[in-house]
């Protein structure tokens, strides 16, 4: 076997591997052997199958699997000779030629490697912020709205007609422009929260100003994306009738309501203060992290830490991004791209700048991880996906299943990973008190 390692830069490296038949012959020979101690055939005892019996019955197979296992070893001999681990090859070897013949088999693969970044100076570009402040009047304003979101209904006192904000209590039918009951469309003594958009646009609108007893004949058009196909655009009518308005009774913001809202028997209207104000001030530090600082942080090092990338990784990301591409593209222009070599090339070339950022600022993020001890734990991104699965109303374990069956727990992984990096960095420019 011959073999020629050379280092393309950092992070690729190329090999070029001859095996010759003999060679072949001899690793095939050597599989029959095995397999004819262990194979169990009729008519012959377990072991005792002869060689030309299982080359005979399994004579390509072996011949490929021979040809695979001296690609492996010339792979092994050739990260030996290049001072590489297999731990720091990344992705699959990709085979950029593979030519047989009846004498040898030539081929030249390249191969992607971890890159060694130098992070000294990574503090340097963390950008200096001021921590928000929070108002009085803010702080105010919360607290009013919990006030108003823990406030119960109760029946109107003065005979008024219903506004926006009232709960009403209704009986409804709904009917097609054509007289058709509409399915689903009727109920009584149902209860609505006016100005909550619950139902079609325009129905709640209408009931605004009816009066206790009052019956009325409401028309609306259900929306053109309405979920039922079959009323989606079409003109309807509802006969309401209101029975009761409800309005909500006022809560009193003292001592307590902050014993209600603390959980604590002791707490008072400056606790609770205090607490909201501590509260809004860490949305608004979220909001500023999470919308300016991060992805300024995040562009900063990329542009400090420039490094080989590798070619395969790249490959792989333009692959991701083409992808996601085509998920927003017609079935015409996916076949057009299928058809046209030209045009495919000319995209990934267009997504190439982009991909080479991403692969490059994964690097970034995994050797910095490293270097300030931030990890994300297996178990706590399953429970991230549950308990997004969980707010948007889905089925959490079937939500896993699909990602694991995609492969995206690794980005999700590293998503968490560098979300906490970048707030540990920009938690270094916080004054110390707030840290």
């Not at 012959?44 to 490929?64: H, L, N, T």
């Not at 994306?225 to 309807?236: I, M, Q, S, V």
Request: glycine share 6%.
């Amino acid at each position: 076997m011959q073999i020629k390692a050379t280092k393309v830069d950092n992070a690729n490296a190329k090999v070029q591997i001859q095996i010759d038949k003999a060679e072949i012959e001899k690793k095939s020979e050597k599989i029959a052997k095995n397999l004819a101690k262990t194979m169990d055939i009729p008519g012959f005892r377990k072991g005792k199958v002869p060689v030309a019996i299982v080359k005979k019955r399994y004579g390509e197979k072996i011949v490929q699997d021979a040809e695979a296992e001296l690609v492996r070893e010339g792979l092994d001999k050739a990260l030996e000779e290049l001072g590489i681990s297999k731990e720091q090859m990344l992705g699959e070897p990709a085979f950029i030629k593979y030519d047989k013949n009846d004498e040898a088999i030539d081929m030249e693969i390249e191969i992607g490697i971890r890159p060694k970044i130098d992070t000294s100076g990574y503090e340097e570009v963390i950008p200096d912020y001021e921590v928000p402040k929070v108002s009085d009047e803010e702080v105010q304003k919360r607290i009013e709205e919990l006030a108003e979101a823990m406030a119960q209904f109760k029946e109107a006192q003065e005979d008024r007609p219903a506004k926006e904000g009232d709960l009403v209590v209704i009986d409804f039918k709904g009917t097609l422009e054509d007289g058709t009951p509409i399915e689903g469309g009727s109920a009584q003594n149902f209860e609505l929260r006016l100005g909550s958009g619950q139902f079609i646009p325009g129905f709640e609108e209408q009931v605004v100003g009816m009066e206790k007893g009052e019956t009325k004949t409401i028309e609306v058009t259900f929306p053109q994306d309405y979920p039922n196909k079959e009323l989606a655009g079409k003109k309807a009518k509802f006969e309401v009738t209101l029975h009761a308005i409800k309005e909500k009774e006022p809560v009193a913001i003292d001592d307590e309501l902050a014993k209600k809202m603390l959980q604590k028997e002791e707490a008072t209207l400056e606790e609770l203060k205090k607490e909201i104000k501590m509260q809004l001030e860490n949305e608004k530090l979220s909001k500023l992290y999470n919308e300016e600082l991060k992805p300024k942080l995040m562009e900063a090092l990329v542009e400090k830490f420039t490094f080989d990338l590798p070619k395969n990784i790249v490959e792989q990301e333009i692959d991701v991004q083409l992808n996601n591409k085509a998920a927003q593209m017609s079935q015409e222009e996916i076949e057009e791209l299928k058809n046209n070599p030209e045009k495919l090339q000319a995209l990934r070339e267009e997504l190439r700048p982009e991909a080479q950022q991403s692969v490059q600022a994964t690097f970034i993020v995994d050797a910095l991880a490293k270097e300030e001890g931030v990890d994300v734990e297996d178990q706590e991104v399953v429970q991230t996906i549950y308990y997004e699965a969980l707010q948007m109303g889905r089925n959490p374990q079937e939500i896993l299943e699909a990602y694991q069956k995609q492969g995206l727990l690794p980005a999700i992984k590293m998503a968490m990973i560098e979300d906490r990096l970048l707030s540990k960095l920009l938690a270094k420019k916080l004054p110390k008190e707030e840290q």
